[in-house]
């Protein structure tokens, strides 16, 4: 209970967002155990290397490093990602986009299989959900830079939908060998002038995403 009080107020005085929440994925990472047994073993302590994990942890946070880059996933939907300075980390509110996508899906599914693309898929997060909830659709997951198709390719081998989702490089719908039923896209919006004035954590993310 005292470190995690502790790395709450170390990240509640540096202004960090959520510190409440950051606090507890950050123990919860380095003594590697779910929430649940968090709060179960509060009066545990943690050995030297747990220590000094999180202390580095907590160093990388406080200068507004995003902390889906420090532990190197972000869960969305309900799946756990890879992430990493390549991608733009997952938002939640972009779950809503895939709700609203699998509603159109399931509707066009009634009478026959559907093509999907997802343009820009980043970590793939729009996509391997898509195909989790959709088994008999084919997704195409396209994007720009194969540093960012290399992220989706891990995660889309991680959650067991390679055989339904097939990556392609190239701009916009370009690179697609056939007609889409259903386009999904979550592309740049923020324009760049407006950076600056974003949270600091917007800074460590890839401009073009």
């Known amino acids: 209970r005292e470190i995690l009080l502790q790395t709450r107020e170390n990240l509640e005085a540096a202004g960090i967002p959520d510190a409440r929440l950051e606090s507890e994925v950050m123990v919860m990472n380095v ?7 968090l709060f179960a073993h509060q009066e545990d302590g943690v050995n030297f290397q747990q220590e000094q994990g999180l202390s580095q942890i907590v160093e990388r946070r406080l200068k507004r490093e995003p902390l889906a880059y420090i532990l190197a996933y972000k869960e969305f939907y ?13 938002r939640p509110e972009t779950e809503t986009m895939v709700e ?7 509707m066009g599914m009634e009478t026959r299989e559907l093509v999907i693309a997802d343009v820009g ?9 898509l195909a989790i ?8 997951a396209l994007d720009t830079e194969d540093a960012v198709l290399d992220v989706a390719a891990h995660n889309i081998r991680s959650h067991n939908v390679a055989d339904r989702i097939k990556l392609a490089k190239g701009d916009l719908l370009e690179p697609l060998p056939e007609p889409v039923d259903l386009i999904v896209a979550n592309l740049p919006y923020v324009p760049t002038s407006r950076i600056p004035t ?11 995403a």
């Open 31 to 37: 003594m590697r155990m779910p929430r649940q047994d």
């Open 198 to 208: 974003l949270q600091p954590e917007i800074q460590w993310e890839p401009s073009a």
């Open 133 to 140: 909830h959709l088994p008999a659709a084919r997704i195409y």
């Open 100 to 106: 609203h996508a699998l509603f159109m899906a399931l």
């Open 121 to 129: 898929t980043g970590t793939g997060a729009i996509a391997i959900n």
């Open 78 to 90: 309900g799946v756990n990602l890879l992430v990493n300075s390549n991608v733009l980390i997952p």
